[in-house]
């Protein structure tokens, strides 16, 4: 008779569990020590041996000849065990039997000295089921009970279950299996049972068993059923999802803001068959993983993905920033949600897209975090990520080509005076108002004198200040030069984008409050510096006003 690869090769022994060492040491130590606890409470995630374990631990206590904490499996105790004809082991199924019926049925019965085990064992599954009359009824013997009985219960779900249940029993708490033990013990399974296999295959049902041994081999049986070998794309189409180039395809595009790509890329998954919410789920764990490398070498082992994958990860890092990571994450969150909820999945995923290839179109504060983040990397190194910036380029070269052209022709140039006397008295920023300012404080500013210390050293420590007050202007401001005058503190920067964004961030304000606790009243004026001069000298303010 066919048996499931799950039944068929369940551990007979604690050696033979995988994944949860910290609990079967225990357990052994406990048996060959006879120190056996009256209850005992398994919980954990789906599939991660906690039946197993019960069946094992009751085995073990009834063993007639106990190897190292483990049972024989050869008595007769063991074999009668293990083709369920002992009676004196009663596995109970919570969910059907979960009134307090049930409950008194058990108690009527435990009494009772067992038939033939040295032990009589309870183990009753999805032990959070039972009502809480049923809880209740069990309280006392869960406490107390006869020296010849013993309780496992097991359940996925441990805040369902009263806590006076569980002060009463000895917890274990069963982990996710990690993905290279699923899969270095698929792959053990695959080799003695001689099944043709691909080692991606074996990776890719791993990853989906999601820390589940017993989901892994039933996707594995699938699998086989359905081509008889372990191949990826037979995988693939077992759990309609992507193949991992078209995900990284579909990152990529999206980090380079190419829209129309990323929608070509969707529409030949979604003609392909395959499910949108799974694709989701694959884009989602994608980014989770970018965020964890973002994170150093020493997270490397919480990436969802084996190690074949590092590469195409780390190719993908430049691409994004970490607010832009956590925008998309939030994104494909919120669509997910969405899903089943109307008939147009495909359409909310395009829009979807659309919004993660353009964070202008959400109105959410992570789309802002993610352009100010964008903008921060462009001002410092000049460049978008994954990026072209050639019209911003062209127009930076044709302006300072224009303004090289205006200063030829200027003859004789103008002398740069000392500007603004004091910050109160600045005026707007019109060329006529300034000239005009300029010319009534000139013989005022000349007559000031002093020590003025270094302007680049001024300029620096206004900057680490910065850094500190608002991180966006900082990384707009850096490749900048400054020039201290009398009364003023003039910023000269190539960035075209500045005289956009100097109000937006308050620049003014925030640069005129750094410079006043280092002991300067000054005023702030922010000039656009050519890209082809060389330094502040090469600058003529009054002709870029002009």
């Known amino acids: 008779m066919y048996q499931a690869s799950y039944r068929k090769l369940r551990p007979g022994v604690f050696s033979d569990v995988v994944g949860q060492e910290h609990i079967v040491t225990t357990l052994k130590n406990e048996i060959k020590n006879n120190k056996i606890a009256h209850a005992y409470l398994f919980t954990g995630t789906r599939g991660t041996g906690k039946t197993t374990c019960a069946r094992i631990l009751a085995k073990a206590v009834n063993c007639e000849n106990p190897v190292g904490g483990d049972p024989c499996g050869v008595c007769g105790m063991c074999k009668e065990i293990d083709d369920g004809s002992l009676v004196d082991i009663i596995e109970i199924d919570g969910a059907s039997h979960n009134r307090v019926e049930h409950a008194q049925d058990i108690l009527s019965e435990v009494i009772y000295t067992p038939v033939k085990a040295k032990r ?58 990690p993905h290279m033990l699923i899969f270095s013990y698929l792959e053990k399974i695959a080799k003695a049972e001689n099944i043709d296999y691909e080692r991606e295959a074996l990776i890719e049902i791993a990853k989906h068993a999601d820390g589940a041994m017993r989901d892994a081999l039933s996707l594995m049986d699938l699998c086989l059923s359905m081509s008889g070998e372990l191949k990826l794309d037979s995988v693939l189409d077992a759990v ?129 975090e993610s352009r100010l983040s964008r903008l921060e990397l462009f001002v410092k190194d000049g460049a978008g ?32 005076p000392d500007p603004i006397k004091s910050p109160d008295d600045a005026p707007d920023d019109t060329s006529e108002d300034i000239l005009k300012f ?22 620096e420590e206004v900057l680490s200040r910065l850094a500190k007050k608002s991180m966006p202007l900082k990384a707009m401001l850096d490749g900048a030069q400054a020039s201290k005058e009398s009364a003023t503190f003039t910023i000269f920067s190539e960035n075209p984008l500045l005289s956009s964004m100097v109000d937006t961030l308050k620049g003014k304000e925030v640069v005129g409050e750094c410079l006043k606790e280092m002991g300067f009243e000054l005023a702030v004026l922010f000039k656009e510096k050519p890209a082809s001069a060389q330094d502040v000298g090469d600058f003529d303010p009054i002709d870029e006003l002009m």
């Not at 300029?438 to 050293?457: F, L, R, S, W």
């Open 120 to 177: 009589k064992v309870y183990i009753i599954d999805e032990v959070h089921m039972l009502t809480t009359s049923a809880f209740n009824a069990l309280l006392k013997t869960l406490e107390e009970p006869p020296e010849h009985v013993m309780f496992i219960l097991a359940t996925t779900e441990p805040n369902k279950v009263l806590q006076t249940i569980s002060s009463r029993c000895q917890r274990f708490d069963f982990k996710r299996i």
């Open 240 to 368: 309609g999802t992507v193949k991992r180039d078209k995900i990284y395809e579909l990152g990529a595009a999206i980090g380079k803001r190419d829209a129309p790509r990323a929608l070509t890329i969707f529409g030949e998954i979604y003609d392909g068959g395959k499910s949108v919410m799974l694709l989701a789920q694959e884009l989602i764990t994608y980014y989770r993983n970018l965020l964890i490398l973002k994170s150093g070498e020493k997270a490397l082992w919480l990436l969802e993905n084996t190690g074949d994958t590092y590469d195409d990860l780390k190719g993908a890092l430049e691409l994004y920033t970490s607010s832009d990571i956590l925008y998309e994450i939030e994104l494909l969150g919120e669509l997910y949600s969405r899903f089943g909820k109307s008939f147009l999945d495909r359409v909310e995923f395009e829009c979807c897209l659309f919004k993660m290839c353009d964070p202008a179109l959400s109105g959410g504060l992570s789309s802002v």
């Open 385 to 416: 990520l994954g990026v072209t910036n050639e019209k911003n380029t062209a127009s930076i070269e044709k302006k300072s080509a224009k303004n090289d052209g205006e200063k030829a022709e200027k003859e004789p140039e103008i002398e740069i």
């Open 438 to 459: 300029i010319d009534d404080n000139k013989v005022q500013a000349e007559k000031e004198t002093g020590d003025i210390q270094d302007d680049d050293e001024i300029f």
